[in-house]
């Protein structure tokens, strides 16, 4: 017998639940304009009737919380104890069975395929093959409002979707055999056991993934939005080029009017476009412009290739979209670093996180990990996949992902380039070679460069026949007189080696940096990196590769050992960046760069799949920097990466690894996910699935010394995450292995009993620090 009175959906605040359901459906038309590029094309790829799509996506908002019309839910959400077992989510899946089941969207053969009950039945959660596994016929016991009550919900129901004018509407009638389905054996055996035959993933297109992914993303921006009663939010940004020239003007960086090839992105908002201009010209204020130019209801999404470089473009297009509710920060340690923000409240910081990793706001700064974790059905795959689908994407310094990486994102790509899916690469080095992996799966680019800058020269080039050890003399020559000196290394070995050799400069005026610091002394040291342009006087900033990538650092002198071509593109992007070096020494035109030899353990460890690149690149740019005395130009960098980056070069290897990534996500689609599925920690334990293919996994650790001082267990009881997140650190597996006292309580991270200090990082044993 049912109890209640008052049917609610929540109790704090009191919302009946015919509320709740009017306030989703008064979101739904909102939803639809946002997706109706998106509902159209998936129609016209699919061959599916838009009308009957739209349809079918109402009645998935309409009929989701149904269930929520149970004595067990009623006492749940007044506080009160009940027996057995409630899950509104999947009770609801009943009611709407009914209405459709001999009228499935669309068939697999003769199979029919329900998004529908799929999205209602894991609205709360994620699907699986083993979800729901605890609820059967005897644990959920639903005793269900009267046969009133669900008549006024129908008729709330027609009389809503005539008030939208959904399409092809025909009125839908309450029938009692809703209330004696045993949902439970729905989802079993309608859906799941149906997906384990394989009536879905023998299909060669994307389709149930696809619409699966529309569904279940259109029933969530339409529950978020009415639960947080944020009824305000806009899918768009809000920005115009004309907005974000008059903000160019307003910061008071001397701006007066763009460049060409700015002008040319923004022209260009309905194309792809390559933008293939040197680091620091303005490659960033193109990608903006090109997105936000006749934007109609398309997500931005800016991706990088690690959390330093997202930190620094999130605060960076803070300039641009300044509002936290417009531009979100998604990576593993996004939450973190948002606690910092005066701006964001405490108690929204929860909030805003969900937000980020979803990419549920209009614009989002993310690692590409996060999206290429989402063609994995990974995390929140839904709505990450969903904001992806007719949207602008900016993939920055695409030229710095290894083989494995390089053909996830392709795949990446051409998984979502169908749904009106716009994308702007962007990179100062991607080699021919590479670029022609990319036009397979981006045929009609627009290349975008700029010839005046061919000829610019920031750097006088000086190849030594000696290792980087060998020149600790003229770097504190250089600091001696007054100047900013970067030192770049490949290994912690070496740079460990090369810092321990400036014993006679004091401590303020050099720095030791690379992967193994916690993440608290991370910060620390990337804010004094872009302070010392301002400092008086010499310093020295001993570095791996790590500031290869969008640090904004401007050093005076480069000393580096041999890299891969790319790779030293990129360090000379850290000195001189602007070209202004005489403003600052005005006896200097270029910034003085030496490149010397590459250690054995660099070759060994560090680039051993590059092995002929790294060597082309010291004897090619050896030539060239003798035949010009030093003086080369950004032209001659753009030849001297497609000379030295070739088919023969990287070697048939490099290419098949390139398909094997390609080949792989469909393969855990179609073996794994049942293309749906989300993947879980025993599914990538299996099948190693990772964005970074490498020859050590790293995990999270933290030291015994901060384990000692800051008592982690506690902190994690306590739900104090972010100071367990501050002392973290990420090593190789096997050196966590090795060094393992055991492992912080109710988590994943590793307690290692290796030393560790502020100026030298993780103290690392001798055969662990080829590490980079």
Known sequence: ???????????????????????????????????????????????????????????????????????????????????????????????????????????????????????????????????????????LRNEYASEDFFVNYYSMINEQARLYNIPSWSDIGFDKNALCEIPGNILKFEIIKKLDKNAYVNDRSNKARDIFLLFKSVLHYCDWITSSGNFEYKYGNGLDNNAVTHKMVSAGNGFKMWNDFQVKSAEAFNKNIFVQISTGQGKTEAAILWAT????????????????????MWKRMLQFFDSHQVIGLSHSAAQYYLKDDDEIAADDIRKHTLYNRTFFKPVTVATVDQLIYSFFNWGHWVMTGAASYNAKIIIDEIHVYDAYTFGLLLQTIECIRPFNTQFAIMSASLPDVLKNELEKVLPDYILIQELAYDDKQRHKIEVRDSLIEDNVYDIKKHFHNGRKVLVVCNTIAKVREVFSSLNDIPAENKMLYHSQFILLDKKIKEETLESIRYKKGGYIAVCTQIVEVSLDIDFDVLFTENAPIDAIIQRLGRVNRKGLIQNRISEWQFAPVIITRESEKSRKYVYKDLDNVLSETYLQISMKSMQKEGNLKEKDFRELVNNIYTEEALGQKYFEEIQFAKNFVKEVWKKVLKNVFTLNIEDVKLNEISSRKSDYITVEAITLKHFQEKNFDEAVANKQFDLLREYTLKVPIHLAKKNHFRNVKDTNVYIIDLGYDEVVGLHLLPDDSNII
Not at 296 to 303: G, N
Request: hydrophobic share 40%.
């Open 293 to 312: 130019n006749n934007n109609h209801y398309q997500k931005i999404l800016f991706l990088l290739p690690t959390m330093v470089t997202t930190n620094k």
């Open 1 to 139: 017998m049912f109890r209640y009175d008052k049917i609610l959906a929540k109790s704090n605040p009191e919302i009946t639940l015919l509320q709740h359901i009017k306030d989703c459906l008064s979101v739904f038309p909102k939803v639809l304009q946002w997706k109706d590029l998106l509902i159209d094309s998936m129609a016209k790829q699919y061959g599916i009737d838009r009308g009957a799509l739209v349809s079918r996506l109402f009645l998935t908002v309409a009929f989701h919380d149904i269930a929520k019309a149970t004595n067990a839910f009623q006492a749940k959400v007044r506080d009160e104890k009940f027996d057995g077992y409630e899950s509104h989510a999947l009770s609801s899946i009943s009611f709407l069975y009914t209405v459709i089941k001999r009228q499935p969207i669309i068939s697999f053969k003769d199979v029919p395929y329900y998004p529908e009950l799929m999205s209602i039945a894991t609205h709360h959660s994620k699907l699986s093959q083993k979800s729901f596994e605890e609820y059967d016929s005897r644990s």
